[in-house]
């Protein structure tokens, strides 16, 4: 048992932890870190695109959140439900789910890795429809259209910084689950050289090292057991 703290630096969110119950399980105090929070975007125009499903060849959502912005709006028509859904990770896998939908992607860590296993789906005659975040990344749309396919894209929500109340207990980790934390995390009393970092994922661990982080372990998935065993390997490595 680690007893080490960490500081979990998430969206806001009225939802129990998965990413604290897997650490609390092993031994670590975790504390969640509520530095952003989320504003809904383009409301209505989301209302009127989902209104039209036969538009469209099919949704990519690359985060829990944007599956939110689309579950505010109540029941989806049923047409969506026979359209290709894509999706980053088993988060954003399991919110889909949770609307009807069948998601494809679930093993896709990236953007790029999505885009991949897209590219190599039957092309769709009507565009697919991007329902992404305001700080989105460009790799996914970029390879799309680099490729010819049809793609719409519809920003539904933004992150903003939000200062939280820090826990009394100074932290070992800090874990940063995406490059908008690094803004939040610049206004909080967090000395780098007293703490070990760790990213979920790739591109997290590299907008920290461009910001001159040095990240210690880095979740091969963006899971709860991914991040655990990120820090068990950086703590013991073989």
């Keep these: 048992m680690t007893g080490e703290v960490v500081y979990l630096l998430r969206v806001e ?14 031994g670590y105090r975790p504390f969640v870190l509520p530095v952003l929070r989320v504003v809904w975007l383009n409301t209505e125009q989301l209302r009127a695109v989902l209104a039209r499903p036969e538009a469209y060849g099919g949704l ?10 689309v579950r505010r709006l109540g029941s989806l028509p049923e047409a969506w439900r026979r359209r290709p859904v894509y999706v980053v990770g088993p988060r954003t896998a399991a919110a889909a789910q949770e609307l009807g939908l069948q ?11 999505l885009a991949r296993q897209i590219l190599q789906a039957p092309r769709p005659e009507r565009p697919l429809l991007f329902l992404c975040g305001a700080r989105r990344r460009d790799e996914l749309p970029t390879l799309l259209r ?10 539904v ?11 009394a207990e100074a932290p070992d ?18 000395a780098r050289e007293q703490v ?14 461009q910001e001159g982080w040095e990240v210690a372990a880095v979740a091969r998935t963006p899971t709860p057991e991914g991040l655990l065993a990120a820090l068990q390997e950086a703590t013991n490595p073989s």
């Design 103 to 113: 998601p494809r992607g679930e093993t896709a860590g990236s953007g790029h890795e």
């Design 196 to 209: 070990r970092v760790a990213a979920i994922g790739p591109t997290t661990a590299a907008a920290l090292q």
């Design 157 to 167: 929500y933004d992150t903003r910084p939000s200062v939280p109340e820090l826990p």
């Design 173 to 190: 980790w800090v874990v940063f689950f995406s490059p908008s934390g690094l803004e939040a995390a610049r206004r909080l009393p967090i």
């Design 146 to 155: 680099e490729e010819g396919l049809p793609l719409e894209e519809l920003v």
């Design 13 to 26: 969110t009225t939802d129990s932890d998965p990413f604290v119950e897997a650490l609390r399980a092993a």
């Design 60 to 69: 990519i959502f690359t985060s829990p959140r944007a599956v939110e912005a």
